[in-house]
């Protein structure tokens, strides 16, 4: 966006010395940025705080960031906006230039059904002014002939009687009519409604003729000034007071509070005049020149908005700063280095080595040193013990001056910065070697740093108040003693430190200025930083300044800060050319008492701190719209929605004109959580069921936040968690666990019935593992063992034959065992086949090793019988070969995997054999597999039992695999 257009300050002459008034900062708004038109009629604040500019192109309005246009396609069909004003319902009406009137709704403008009655009335004349009183009675002033009333939809003319000129005021509103009667020369007509009293006026005493151009504005209470052409009269109590003449032609006359504004024709610009003495004497400060007409409103927030009829509109951030520009320094404006000499005066160093004395008292300005080549990059120093200011240039050069002379030094000092503290008998210079120490009174060099330390850029110098001489160079923070430089260490910052700036507060601390680290406040071994993070507006300071309050002014490249200490916190404001700076880049700073001037490239900003850093009055955030799924609701009557409709859009906007558009937000959905902050207008969010409140704040230049802006609603739970679904799922779950209850109880009987068949089953195991010719055959070996003689023999076989049977009766009632129990068991009954078989016969028990034996628990005897059936027909039939059976327990996926492999006939041959051999039927191999399956039903057990091949597809054993749960 562009600031201001060509500015013309006028010359008045104060002695010897040229006087030019400084200028206001100005940020102009053309089409270039989105307006309607340049050619602006009016300026109209709504009660929102939005800007409606009317235009000969239609209507704009304004919230900071950009306009949205309104024209013929969006209903205003006679785009000529002149007027604008609200009803006592805040509709937006508009006034055109023939009088027709257009009422905003929604997004469109609405006609008024008596628009064909106004136009007849108005005979195709101007439109001069517009109101809407309390009671919604529309007051429309028409050039030439007079105010037309339309009230309850009819329209009529105030007056009759034919009067040069009519006003009228009504509750804080007026409109008034120039009509210029030929016939009747200075007749007018007064009507003042205050405090429900009407007063009438008419006064023909003064001898200068109203034309049909005159215009009229209210100042105070009871003051109304009436301007016809270049002529003013001033009406107080409606008697006339004074008439005077000025000797330009006027085009529209303005009052806020005791301020009166003055527009001229023939592009003559805008002034302002304080008070109706200054504008009779015609003593006033020109805001804008090169500008035709001009009309003046204040905003809400004190704001100046100022139309015109070709340069579209202006605004004014702060009308209390001051600024000294290219006007006043002969076409250049960027101002390096500042000296003050007292309250009212200092010396002004410019980039192109100028140097200009400037009084503000006086607005006296004198440029005393031209350029001469030599580039203004160092800086002044003004002595105040000898009246003397010292200028070091790129020269190499230190001038002097005082009594209106300059003197040049003999000894040549090269270097960008001098630095003296008042009542100090030295002059510090510091430059790109190092730094020197002139003696003030002989002028020579007391010490020079490039010859007695080692070379580094030196960019500043201080001398405290216990006179210690601290150095800042791009390696950090020293202090020069003896001849030495001795390093500051800062706490928990890293080396090196560029040191940029330096200041002292009045208890002693330094603050220091650091290329991207911020300012450092440094009090013998307390550190304190503030950075971006502490709300500076940049980590890299240009230059820093301590006044009189001990309140610490930070430039930056990115706006001024102030640094205030508050209720043991340190306040950071910042300032820019939002709030009236000629620039954010801020090169100098200096302080007297309450006037701050300020050092930037686009000029010299004079500030008095009591009158421009006030709080501003910022309004609260607006919620524009309101979006749930993508439909718009209106905040204020819904606020209630179902569970599936929570995706939530809210747009809001503060109308912080000054700020340009550049606002931080911060927003919470609900009190307990954090606040989340954003540049962003408009946000999405997921709401959850239950109740919310919408917060939302916006931040103002010092960093303060807004008072908050509300919106509360509420998600309501799914119907699936209603009181009568969760009735009637209550009454389900009952349903459902009473008849879960009649199942569990068929099942319990099913499971009793399945554990007396498991029972049964077991036995019958026990009986067919413990068969007849499994008997018969061992005490058959045993008298065989007796027979031969071989009695130690016998008596061993009976002893483990006696042993396995205690053991299996032993468990014969039980479900479950160790595996270690089963394991003894088995390997005594594989005992007793080996001592049966003999050499025929070998077997081998293996166990993983992260088998627990004594945790594992599996049902009794159930392994036993398919190792019986191993060696009975697998092992016994063969005639050339040993036979080997194999017994392996693993752990797999949490199961005990129990392998039984033989060398044996396999598993088809073995079939065979069974069928020869009736009495030889396996009831214990049967009876376990119905065991397994029975276990399979309940705990999901595995069981296979597959014949093992050679590469040649010959049987060479069988091996059963088998998986119980641990």
Known sequence: MKI??????????????????????????????????????????????????????????????EFKNYGPLDGLEDPVVLQIDEDTYNSLWVCTLSGRLFKKVGNRFIPHPKNKEIVEKTKGKNVQSFMIDGENTFYIGIVGIGILVLKNNEVNWLSEKNENFQLLKKGGKFAYASIGNASKNNHLSIINYSDNHLFTGVDSSFNFKISSLSRACIYGK?????????????????KLQKVFTFKKDINNIYAIKNDIYISFNNSSGLKKYKGIQNLALDNGEQILSNIRGGGVVEDRNKLLWINTIDNGIYLMPNENIKVYDQHHFGGTEYITSIANIDDASSYVLLRNGSVYYINIENNSIKNIYKSDGALGYN???????????????????????????????????????????????????????????????????LFDSYNNLPSVRTLCVLESSDNRIF???????????????????????????????????????????????????????????????????????????????????????????????????WEIANYSTATGLPSNEINTIKASNNILWIGTPKGLAIIDKNKYFLENNYTKPIIEKIEINNNPIEYFVSNTFSYNNNNIQLQYITLAYQKFGNILYRYRFDENESWITTTDKRITYIAQEGNHRFEIQSQNENNTWSESTYWDFKINAPWWKS??????????????????????????????????????????????????????????????????????YAA???????????????????????????????????????????????????????????????????IQPFVENAIIHGIAPLTDSKGMVEVIYTLVNNKLDIQIIDNGIGLNQSIKSKEKQDDRISYGIETSKQRIKLLETNQKTFFTMSEILDSEGNPTGTKINIQIPV
């Open 4 to 65: 201001g257009l060509p500015l013309l300050l006028f010359l008045l002459f104060v002695t010897s010395i040229s006087a030019q008034l400084p200028r206001v900062m100005l940020r102009n708004y053309t089409t270039d940025q989105g307006l309607a038109s340049s050619e602006v009629q009016k300026i109209y604040q709504d009660h929102l705080g939005y800007q409606w500019i009317g235009t000969d192109n239609g209507i704009s309005c304004f919230n900071g960031y």
């Open 222 to 238: 009871d003051t109304i000034l009436l301007c016809n052409g270049a002529q003013f009269f001033v009406i107080y109590q409606n």
């Open 379 to 445: 800086n002044l120093n003004y002595i105040p013990e000898q009246k003397k200011l010292f200028y070091l240039n790129s020269k190499c050069e230190i001038l002097t001056y005082n009594d209106n002379k300059w003197l040049k030094m003999n000894e040549q000092q090269c270097g960008y910065q001098t630095y003296y503290k008042n009542g100090s008998k030295y002059l510090i210079i510091s430059n790109y070697l190092g730094f020197n120490i002139l003696d003030i009174e002989s002028k020579k060099s």
């Open 471 to 569: 150095i800042g160079n791009v390696n950090g923070l020293f202090e020069f003693k003896n001849e030495k430089l001795t390093a500051i260490k800062m706490d928990n910052l890293n080396q090196p430190i560029r040191i940029e700036a330096l200041a002292e507060l009045k208890d002693g601390t330094l603050v220091i200025g650091t290329k991207g680290r911020g300012v450092i406040l440094k009090k013998e071994d307390k550190t304190t930083v503030l950075t971006t993070a502490n709300r500076l507006t940049s980590d890299m300071i240009e230059c820093l300044h301590v006044d009189n309050e001990d309140n610490i002014w930070v430039g930056t490249q990115n706006g001024l800060n102030k640094l205030a200490f508050k209720k043991g916190n």
């Open 723 to 792: 009181w009568l679904f969760i009735v009637s799922v209550a009454f389900v779950l009952i349903g459902t666990a009473y008849s879960y209850y009649l199942w569990r109880i068929r099942q319990l009987k099913n499971n009793a019935k399945i554990e007396k068949e498991k029972v049964q089953l077991q036995n019958r195991a026990l009986q067919a593992q413990m068969n007849p010719h499994f008997l018969f055959n061992c005490l058959n070996s045993i008298q065989n063992l007796i027979v031969i003689g071989k009695t130690d």
């Open 796 to 862: 061993d076989y009976l002893s483990k034959f006696a042993r396995l049977v205690r053991n299996v009766l032993n468990t014969s009632n039980k479900d479950k065992i160790t595996l270690e129990s089963d394991l003894i068991l088995l390997n005594n009954y594989l005992e007793l086949e080996k001592i049966r078989f003999g050499d025929k016969l070998n077997y081998e028990i293996r166990i993983c090793d992260s088998i627990d034996q004594y945790d594992i628990m599996i049902p009794p005897l159930l």
